[in-house]
């Protein structure tokens, strides 16, 4: 990426080498992520350009720098894009996702939309044999972060939840409400997203571009709203939606990237006692764990991949993620 909204160059560049705590990954895959596009619109600027973008990676162990431990050439791995520093208060407690040091694989470093990356050994995830590459790919962003949001709300089983925006996230959250027995509604505008949710077990799908979806969610809930609303969209609108859907004393939470203010009745807000809860990115245990429950045959990626083209068709994979194109879940670049 050399500026905002233009097309993306691929180009020859320096083979890189790792330093004494990096690794080097030939990339089999990579995820092509809706906050690439805001990156490309310059919404979610890189820190500085040009840049390699690409943080959905995976693939096998190149060479390893001199002071690595626990990997090897050969191996499958998967990358935290959230390359944290391991040693500030948030990575200590657990929340590495908060760094105060992070550097972000392709937003602030160079990312997977290349046949190598260097990578800190710390930001690796071992890969088992069992998951093809472009699924483990899309396990560092697209699986993740959804797992990350459910468990900011707390989310259980046999509680309701609602999905606002069935994209590439929003479809591993209908996946993930399945798994973990509680019952969603899923709402999106396009009547193929919403059909895929229905397949998968979703107990009420509803259009918004047709239906109101606050009306239509409390209706299925008797009124009373759901536990948890997730909002993966990140408009003014889909917000204000996800927190009217809410019981008293339920949760909202916002997960797609909003630039600008949002407003909420207040006094609505405040007399239902509802929380408003953010969640951004993943922290590196819940990328171990969601990598765990794909190799147990918990959690079911292999539709999870609708388009799969080489890297020098790769502007040709954003046209098809932000036009919608024969209704993709992720666009993967295979090499």
């Not at 470093?109 to 990356?117: D, H, K, L, R």
Request: proline share 4%; net charge neutral; with cysteine.
């Amino acid at each position: 990426m050399y500026a905002a909204n233009s097309p993306l160059k691929v180009e020859d560049v320096e083979f890189p080498n790792p330093g004494p705590s990096e690794v080097l990954v030939r990339i089999k895959a990579s995820g092509l992520c809706f906050s690439d596009v805001h990156a490309l619109k310059g919404e979610l600027p890189p820190t500085s350009l040009p840049l390699t973008l690409g943080h959905e990676g995976a693939g096998i162990i190149e060479m390893c720098g001199r002071s690595v431990r626990g990997f090897r050439k050969g191996q499958r791995v998967v990358i935290d894009y959230v390359n944290s520093c391991g040693k500030c208060e948030y990575c200590r407690s657990g929340r590495d996702n908060l760094c105060s040091n992070a550097k972000l694989f392709g937003f602030d470093v160079n990312g997977s939309f290349a046949e190598y990356a260097l990578v800190p050994a710390r930001s690796l995830v071992k890969l088992s044999s069992n998951i093809p590459f472009d699924q483990g790919a899309v396990l560092g962003c697209a699986a993740s972060t959804p797992y990350h949001a459910f468990k900011r709300a707390g989310l259980k089983k046999n509680q309701t939840a609602a999905l606002i925006g069935i994209g590439g996230v929003g479809y591993h959250a209908a996946l993930l409400s399945k798994m973990i027995g509680a019952k969603f509604a899923a709402v999106d505008i396009s009547e193929q997203q919403l059909a895929r949710t229905k397949e998968i077990g979703a107990d009420l799908v509803v259009n918004s571009a047709s239906r109101d979806p606050v009306t239509q969610v409390r209706a299925w809930t008797n009124q009373s709203g759901v536990d948890a609303a997730f909002d993966f969209v990140g408009s003014t609108q889909t917000i204000k939606e996800a927190v009217s859907m809410v019981k008293k004393g339920g949760v909202a939470v916002l997960v797609g990237i909003t630039p600008g203010q949002i407003q909420l009745d207040s006094l609505d807000f405040l007399l239902r006692e509802v929380e408003l809860v953010t969640s951004i990115d993943h922290s590196h245990g819940d990328l171990v764990a969601i990598e765990r429950l794909v190799s147990r045959g918990k959690l079911d990626l292999s539709k999870s991949i609708t388009h799969r083209l080489p890297l020098d068709q790769i502007n040709d994979g954003f046209r098809v993620l932000q036009e919608k194109t024969d209704n993709p879940i992720r666009v993967a670049v295979v090499q």
